[in-house]
């Protein structure tokens, strides 16, 4: 068993044992309150464990098949992410092919390149190539109705969905000094973990002490929150270094700038929700909403820490 | 030979079944959304309104096994039997009930609602689509055709149920051929019955209203 391997199996088997506490926590809990499953803020505690339940079990999976699992993996996360995106926007029947080009064709070719690790096409292959391309071939149907409109909201899903989406199984393409290039799926652990750790504490030292409202009326995070949110990101930053190449401090900075711009982000999805008119993107993960509720934060992150890895400690 | 045959093609429906439903979760990720009614298997007549071929397949892909063994959707002859395989997927993935909607044979083969009717009377529930033809038109839904009437005239105690399949336009809509993966729902609303003394007009304007009332909003920017 490399190295590698052996530090994916102790983080799983860590997490499993966090979850297990949490779940005997709402057994417990249950067997107290609501043993007829009857009391809704348990039965909502244990779907959502359910969930994390699954989705460690997917990741690790993931992690240990080593690249072409990570890729497969976030590659249906973004399918399923443009999927709930596409389907709130506005488009009409001049978009159609658009769309198609979207889903089948940009997508899967910004994870065939990363896949491959052409670095200089898989960072500019949507925000150039997608991002003109697509216009024309809507523009050709000759519908210019709210026409700048519809490119926009087109665009935006796939820079969320697909672009940001995908800087996660990038990471394992940055070569550090001194850092086997087999361990970059450690590196994706690390920034999954510190920003869901992130959106953790957010939650619940907004629920503990949040009093000022980041932007009332539209979202329920508070500063409070969100500063003990980032500095918890941070100190389990610290504790994860020894997955990164960073070293402590630099493990901690990096935790902090995912984890912050990971509650802005879901601040921006939250404006957009409230827009379109929706409270959760879709059904598919039970307890948590759609993929893009339960990604939001790690979307934002993902492009801002493989670029500050790449400027300040990639060689 | 032809016994031996029986099984094995009934296994192959089978298959080819759940390989349509699967494949349409995966795309649409479609859902059921009972609003007005329970999944429960009473003898019903879903009606729903009809955008594109994917209609059907979507809410008999919703459907729970034990009401989708009783279901028979409603279609057209000259489009499923077309070619061998449209005549094995319409008549036994789907247990169509078939209709021949030429207006030419109309007079020569009598009432198309013969077979609908049959298939009620041996206890089956139906899916229809009462527009009689896809709308490619702006509107919600096209004017109901008597079918609907008639079967509630005939069958008062069936359950009318109105279906609505939301956001097919946009998977697919006319003329092109790529379907999108965008998601889909359906929704049940509440049944519908023929009043006391209610005539043919009143009763499909009030069923199309029941329908309709299931649409959701827009997303226009």
Redesign the interface.
């Known amino acids: 068993m490399t190295a590698t391997t052996s530090d994916i199996l102790l983080l799983f088997f860590g997490t499993c044992g966090l979850l297990l506490l949490l779940t005997l926590f709402g057994e417990f809990m249950r067997a107290r309150y609501g043993p007829g499953g009857d009391n809704p803020v348990i039965e909502t505690y244990m779907t959502r464990i359910h969930s994390w339940w699954a989705m460690v079990l997917l990741v690790s999976l993931a992690l240990l098949i080593g690249k072409i699992g990570v890729l497969v993996l976030f590659g249906f996360a973004s399918f399923a992410a443009l999927r709930e995106f596409l389907t709130l926007t506005y488009k009409r029947q001049a978009d159609h092919m658009t769309l198609a080009l979207a889903f089948y064709v940009v997508l899967p070719l910004q994870y065939l390149f990363i896949g491959l690790g052409w670095q200089g096409l898989y960072t500019v292959f949507i925000p150039v190539y997608a991002f003109l391309l697509l216009p024309i071939v809507s523009a050709l149907r000759g519908d210019a109705d709210r026409f700048l409109a519809r490119v926009a909201e087109t665009q935006w899903g796939l820079m969320i969905a697909v672009y940001c989406a995908s800087h996660v199984p990038a990471l394992m393409q940055l070569q550090f000094e001194g850092y086997p290039i087999d361990r970059g799926v450690l590196l994706i652990a690390f920034l999954v973990m510190v920003v869901q750790f992130g959106d953790l504490f957010d939650f619940f030292f907004g629920r503990r002490i949040g009093r000022t409202r980041i932007i009332p009326g539209l979202s329920p995070k508070t500063w409070e929150g969100m500063i003990c949110g980032t500095a918890c990101a941070m100190l389990v930053g610290a504790g994860l270094a020894w997955l990164t190449p960073f070293g402590v401090a630099g493990a901690m900075l990096m935790a902090g700038a995912a984890s912050l711009s990971g509650h802005f982000g879901a601040l921006v999805f939250a404006a957009i929700k409230r827009d379109k008119g929706v409270k959760d993107w879709s059904h598919l993960i039970p307890g948590q909403g759609g993929f893009l509720n339960q990604l939001d934060s790690v979307l934002f992150a993902a492009p801002v820490f493989y670029h500050l890895s790449h400027l300040f400690w990639a060689g | 030979m032809k016994r031996l045959f029986r099984p094995l093609r009934r296994l192959a429906a089978n298959l080819v079944g759940h390989g349509i439903a699967l494949f349409a979760r995966f795309i649409t ?1 479609v ?1 059921a959304d009972w609003r007005g009614t329970d999944p429960v298997p009473r003898q019903r007549v879903y009606y729903a309104n009809h955008v594109s071929n994917a209609d059907m397949p979507m809410i008999w892909t919703v459907l729970p096994p034990n009401l989708r063994r009783q279901v028979r959707p409603v279609a057209a002859a000259d489009y499923w039997l077309k070619t061998p395989l449209r005549a094995f997927i319409g008549p036994e993935v789907f247990n169509c009930v078939l209709v021949d909607r030429r207006p030419d044979k109309d007079a020569a083969t009598g009432d198309p609602l013969e077979n609908i009717l049959a298939a009620l009377g041996e206890g089956s529930s139906l899916i229809l689509f009462p527009e009689g033809n896809r709308n490619m038109t702006e509107d919600p839904l096209l004017p109901f055709k008597a079918g609907l009437f008639n079967i509630a005239h005939a069958y008062p105690e069936v359950d009318l149920v109105p279906t609505w399949v939301a ?1 097919l336009t ?1 998977v697919m ?1 006319k ?2 051929v ?1 379907p ?4 889909t729902t359906v929704i049940f609303g509440e049944p519908v019955h023929l009043r006391q003394g209610e005539d043919k007009d009143a009763f499909l304007s009030r069923a199309a209203a029941a329908l309709v009332a299931l649409k959701p ?1 827009d ?3």
């Open positions: 990720a859902r956001n946009e809509p003329g092109e790529i999108l993966p965008l998601m909003e997303h226009a920017p």
